[in-house]
């Protein structure tokens, strides 16, 4: 905190992390002794360069891009490229520090990182975010590569973002590699990517359920955000049985007192995939807009925090315990503040870190990289059994490594499980 003392999301979320290991670092003392804490916290590169480009006013502007390399340990650097006004260091090195274990926890050979630019896509026009996603490539370009570091998609990322990028890529390195991930299906993306993280996080809390002899059949689920990851999420609960009660954005909740139909839910992708609208838009026939509101004051069974860091506070959690709610799974990178994870774990919800519950994407692009080096194409269905079967075995990871007294404490059991490859693999590397 002295060495960097104005980044509290990245102190946040190793706080949240060291507290958790702690017992299990004081037990297995080799890993303090070769200061692996000290190392694991400090990127092993971080680069930050300007963007400029210029609007459709003929007006320059400019904008601040990064590249956070964080750990390398066990696979080339891997992690998504968020634009969004809020992005700064203490973000990306907090987003950094948990994809490292996240993609530690895929089982999958990948180390982890995180980029983007305090860069806005709201309200721009597609020839400006063209510009500027080439103005920004043309930086990042000599700083990844397909065996170096392969960014992904984020907040404000989707698949335009990527086809940017990945096109300006290919022009200013000259070939055709597997350098970025979420690409297009036409061009070596995967089948199911999209569909991942939101698929991913509904799997890994069925598990959970599954644990209490419950599961999505006939529950009320509120969903935060109705951005890529909200709205598979969404698809996923709907064909499981549930009912979705509310999508949300920055300006407020859309909530269903008798939930999302088929037809509200194509409304809902439309709107924001093609349109670019704001969720306030879709209001009447049953949907009411909430200004200004999160979604957690609605009574629910489930809930799935997929909008953004630091969204469900203590009074929310209060809020939702008070309701009924038994299983949070988070969709988002840290939605949950610290003080509302300890108030779930105290209560025994079922609680599940986004470092677990979120991996579904990173797991895919991870999947999406095997197929380009193989130059193949699997199938939605096999490549969404394969995302299923990863799930179940970082639910399982958790389990393994966070259940004493017969209670399961997810959080601790991500941390611990994601922790001990990439500190093994570190240990056998030497100090570097
Ligand atoms: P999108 O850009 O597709 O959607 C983001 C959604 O969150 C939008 O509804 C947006 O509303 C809302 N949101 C963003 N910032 C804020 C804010 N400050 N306050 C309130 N609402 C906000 O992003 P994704 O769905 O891809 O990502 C959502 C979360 O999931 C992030 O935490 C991301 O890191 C995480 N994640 C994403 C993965 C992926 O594969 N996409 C993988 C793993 C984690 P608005 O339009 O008003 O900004």
Redesign the pocket.
């Known amino acids: 905190k002295q060495r960097d003392p104005d980044q509290p999301e990245f102190h946040q979320a190793v706080e949240e992390v060291l507290r958790s290991l702690w017992p299990f670092l004081e037990a297995n003392p080799h890993y303090l002794e070769a200061g692996i804490v000290e190392r694991i916290v400090e990127p092993e590169r971080a680069v930050l360069f300007r963007v400029p480009w210029v609007d459709d006013a003929g007006k320059v502007q400019v904008n601040r891009g990064f590249r956070v390399q964080m750990n390398s340990a066990i696979g080339p650097y891997k992690g998504?490229l968020?634009f969004?006004p809020?992005v700064n260091l203490s973000v990306l090195k907090f987003?950094a520090f948990e994809q490292t274990l996240k993609n530690s926890l895929t089982s999958l050979p990948m180390g982890g990182g995180k980029g983007g630019a305090d860069f806005d896509p709201?309200g721009k026009s597609d020839a400006e975010v063209m510009r500027f996603c080439q103005s920004f490539m043309s930086e990042l370009y000599r700083h990844i590569g397909a065996d170096l570091d392969v960014p992904?998609?984020?907040?404000?990322?989707?698949g335009r973002e990527i086809g940017y990028m990945f096109g300006q890529y290919k022009r200013l390195a000259n070939e055709f590699s597997s350098v970025l991930t979420?690409k297009g299906l036409s061009y070596g993306g995967s089948l199911i990517r999209p569909e991942?993280?939101g698929y991913g996080c509904v799997y890994f809390a069925e598990e959970m359920l599954k644990t209490r002899g419950r599961s999505f059949d006939g529950q009320r689920v509120a969903i935060?955000?109705?951005?890529?990851?909200?709205?598979y999420a969404a698809r996923k609960v709907m064909d499981l049985g549930g009912t979705v009660i509310s999508?949300?954005?920055?300006?407020g909740t859309l909530h269903a007192e008798s939930g999302f139909s088929e037809q509200q839910w194509q409304d809902v992708m439309a709107l924001?995939n093609q349109q670019r609208g704001?969720?306030r838009e879709l209001e009447g026939s049953g949907l009411r807009f909430q200004a200004g509101q999160r979604p957690w004051s609605l009574a629910c069974d489930i809930a799935l925090p997929?909008?953004?860091?630091n969204?469900l506070n203590l009074e929310d959690a209060r809020t939702l315990l008070g309701n009924g709610c038994v299983c949070v799974a988070e969709?988002?990178?840290?939605?949950t503040t610290l003080d509302a994870v300890d108030l779930f774990i105290e209560h025994g919800t079922l609680f599940a870190p986004?470092k677990a519950s979120?991996?579904?994407?990173?797991a895919v692009?991870g999947l999406e990289m095997s197929q380009n080096a193989m130059r193949l194409h699997w199938s939605e269905g096999e490549v969404d059994e394969k995302l299923h079967g990863i799930m179940q075995s970082i639910h399982n990871a958790c389990v393994r490594h966070g259940e004493s007294d017969g209670q399961v404490n997810y959080v601790k059991g991500a941390n611990i499980a994601g922790f001990v490859k990439v500190a093994d693999a570190m240990l056998a590397q030497g100090v570097v």
């Open positions: 998504g968020r969004h809020s987003l709201k992904a998609g984020d907040i404000g990322v989707g979420g991942a993280t935060s955000g109705s951005g890529n990851v909200a709205q999508f949300s954005d920055s300006e924001k704001r969720i997929c909008a953004t860091q969204e969709g988002a990178n840290m939605p986004g979120n991996a579904g994407g990173v692009s």
